[in-house]
């Protein structure tokens, strides 16, 4: 039986709400099954994507005859203290059956390929090239026959006096104003890229930082969708937790378990993106081949799974993840391997990396080396650096400082190092794109980064 567009969002949300990390085309499989004519036969689901390792538990499902029973743990996370932490995925165990964890790659399938469904004008031209547009394309949305009704967030703001706004006087409000959210943000430089590219296509919008801890975050969504602005970046630690509040979620969010870019609609909908994958990739210059290299990405989050991403996506011939907490990593694994089963994924203890000799990208997505975090310190100490081969390429995606410890040590020995800065334009410029339908300028964005690093 087909499932409606409003069943298939309830119950994401319902499951958001609880912890439990599913795709939406998983989910939808999943309820298409649960109401068939006749019982479906037990199976055991492939695991259903990246979810953060933030501050939220870990939830496993044990299938019963009658009923499900939700069990919790908690784990150390990457870089904190033992704290419940969601896992990359929800597990489905057979209470009958309960077969261990393989660490065999599943059968053959092709790696998916998504196509961030948002409008860009393309009759605006400027020097910024999507490097990207092979497996990343950008498509105009022709409008569709028959409209869907709206689904609304579960999550619907207390409307006050003081925001209150009958529904013909919220289309006249024209939303001009943008920002950034999450914590800590004294490093950012959002508001200098942003305001660059608004300035470039002659918009006279707004963008803001407005520090967001974990526990503001239902008030903040308030504020915003109630305040007259049109979208928001996220960052750490809020990329997983704002999903629970959009309306929809875009194939790249859905496939990577994280987002970085909403927009909010004249009727305070709201619509998650995330951008990074692109934003990584275009970063790297087209003459270096990824095909077939060994790639190693330090930390989980969710830098780094855009990183993964954008590598598998790409064909490469190996991942090795290196992670404080390997038994926090299994879940990803055992997902990595089943979406792209012809990449070799392993999981090693970051503490004790000694050779790196067989690695030719080696990236950094944790946080050591940011601006005012840990700027004086390094993933990964000289000794063990120096053993990356000749020709190695070191990635940093942090961009303050543009020259971490970590590219200083790299430089040092000769390597070829590209540091966060234009991973972090490139992803600002699919911001914009989702947000005007028009390209900003790169360079000029760039510019105002490195006036403001």
């Given at each position: 039986?087909?499932?409606?567009?409003?069943?298939?969002?309830?119950?994401?949300?319902?499951?958001?709400?609880?912890?439990?990390?599913?795709?939406?085309?998983?989910?939808?499989?999943?309820?298409?099954?649960?109401?068939?004519?006749?019982?479906?036969?037990?199976?055991?689901?492939?695991?259903?994507?990246?979810?953060?390792?933030?501050?939220?538990?870990?939830?496993?499902?044990?299938?019963?005859?009658?009923?499900?029973?939700?069990?919790?743990?908690?784990?150390?996370?990457?870089?904190?203290?033992?704290?419940?932490?969601?896992?990359?995925?929800?597990?489905?165990?057979?209470?009958?059956?309960?077969?261990?964890?393989?660490?065999?790659?599943?059968?053959?399938?092709?790696?998916?390929?998504?196509?961030?469904?948002?409008?860009?004008?393309?009759?605006?031209?400027?020097?910024?090239?999507?490097?990207?547009?092979?497996?990343?394309?950008?498509?105009?949305?022709?409008?569709?026959?028959?409209?869907?009704?709206?689904?609304?967030?579960?999550?619907?703001?207390?409307?006050?006096?003081?925001?209150?706004?009958?529904?013909?006087?919220?289309?006249?409000?024209?939303?001009?104003?943008?920002?950034?959210?999450?914590?800590?943000?004294?490093?950012?430089?959002?508001?200098?890229?942003?305001?660059?590219?608004?300035?470039?296509?002659?918009?006279?919008?707004?963008?803001?930082?407005?520090?967001?801890?974990?526990?503001?975050?239902?008030?903040?969504?308030?504020?915003?969708?109630?305040?007259?602005?049109?979208?928001?970046?996220?960052?750490?630690?809020?990329?997983?937790?704002?999903?629970?509040?959009?309306?929809?979620?875009?194939?790249?969010?859905?496939?990577?378990?994280?987002?970085?870019?909403?927009?909010?609609?004249?009727?305070?909908?709201?619509?998650?993106?995330?951008?990074?994958?692109?934003?990584?990739?275009?970063?790297?210059?087209?003459?270096?081949?990824?095909?077939?290299?060994?790639?190693?990405?330090?930390?989980?989050?969710?830098?780094?799974?855009?990183?993964?991403?954008?590598?598998?996506?790409?064909?490469?011939?190996?991942?090795?993840?290196?992670?404080?907490?390997?038994?926090?990593?299994?879940?990803?694994?055992?997902?990595?391997?089943?979406?792209?089963?012809?990449?070799?994924?392993?999981?090693?203890?970051?503490?004790?990396?000694?050779?790196?000799?067989?690695?030719?990208?080696?990236?950094?997505?944790?946080?050591?080396?940011?601006?005012?975090?840990?700027?004086?310190?390094?993933?990964v100490e000289e000794p063990e650096l120096?053993?990356?081969?000749?020709?190695?390429?070191?990635?940093?995606?942090?961009?303050?400082?543009?020259?971490?410890?970590?590219?200083?040590?790299?430089?040092?020995?000769?390597?070829?190092?590209?540091?966060?800065?234009?991973?972090?334009?490139?992803?600002?410029?699919?911001?914009?794109?989702?947000?005007?339908?028009?390209?900003?300028?790169?360079?000029?964005?760039?510019?105002?980064a490195l006036e403001n690093l």
């Amino acid at each position: 039986m087909t499932v409606s567009k409003e069943e298939l969002f309830a119950r994401y949300k319902q499951l958001k709400s609880e912890g439990v990390s599913i795709t939406l085309m998983e989910l939808k499989k999943q309820m298409e099954a649960e109401s068939g004519d006749s019982p479906q036969p037990a199976e055991q689901p492939q695991h259903s994507g990246f979810s953060a390792l933030s501050h939220t538990p870990q939830t496993s499902y044990v299938s019963q005859p009658e009923q499900q029973q939700v069990q919790t743990t908690y784990q150390n996370s990457d870089y904190g203290n033992s704290q419940p932490v969601s896992s990359w995925s929800t597990t489905y165990i057979s209470r009958q059956e309960q077969p261990a964890i393989s660490t065999e790659p599943p059968q053959h399938q092709e790696p998916p390929h998504f196509q961030p469904q948002y409008e860009v004008n393309q009759t605006v031209q400027n020097n910024y090239a999507n490097n990207f547009a092979p497996i990343f394309s950008y498509q105009r949305i022709s409008p569709q026959p028959e409209q869907q009704p709206v689904q609304t967030s579960v999550f619907q703001p207390v409307v006050t006096d003081e925001t209150a706004q009958t529904p013909d006087s919220i289309n006249q409000t024209e939303r001009t104003k943008y920002c950034l959210i999450g914590y800590p943000l004294g490093h950012s430089l959002s508001t200098y890229i942003h305001q660059a590219g608004f300035n470039s296509l002659n918009l006279n919008y707004t963008y803001e930082i407005l520090e967001t801890p974990p526990e503001k975050l239902v008030d903040r969504i308030k504020y915003l969708k109630y305040h007259d602005f049109a979208g928001f970046n996220v960052t750490i630690p809020l990329k997983l937790p704002v999903t629970m509040f959009l309306d929809e979620i875009d194939m790249s969010a859905d496939l990577i378990g994280a987002v970085n870019t909403v927009k909010i609609n004249p009727d305070r909908t709201m619509k998650g993106y995330n951008t990074d994958v692109l934003g990584f990739r275009n970063a790297i210059p087209r003459e270096i081949t990824l095909a077939n290299k060994t790639i190693g990405i330090l930390g989980t989050g969710g830098a780094a799974r855009a990183a993964i991403t954008a590598f598998a996506l790409e064909q490469v011939k190996q991942i090795k993840i290196y992670t404080r907490n390997i038994p926090n990593s299994i879940e990803l694994l055992n997902y990595l391997r089943s979406k792209f089963p012809n990449i070799e994924f392993n999981a090693y203890q970051i503490q004790s990396i000694r050779d790196l000799s067989d690695i030719d990208i080696l990236v950094n997505t944790t946080p050591i080396g940011m601006q005012g975090r840990a700027a004086d310190m390094t993933p990964v100490e000289e000794p063990e650096l120096k053993t990356l081969p000749q020709g190695a390429i070191v990635y940093d995606v942090i961009y303050n400082p543009k020259k971490t410890v970590l590219l200083k040590l790299a430089q040092k020995y000769g390597y070829k190092t590209i540091n966060g800065v234009d991973m972090f334009i490139h992803q600002a410029v699919e911001a914009e794109k989702i947000w005007t339908g028009r390209i900003p300028d790169f360079k000029d964005m760039k510019i105002a980064a490195l006036e403001n690093l």
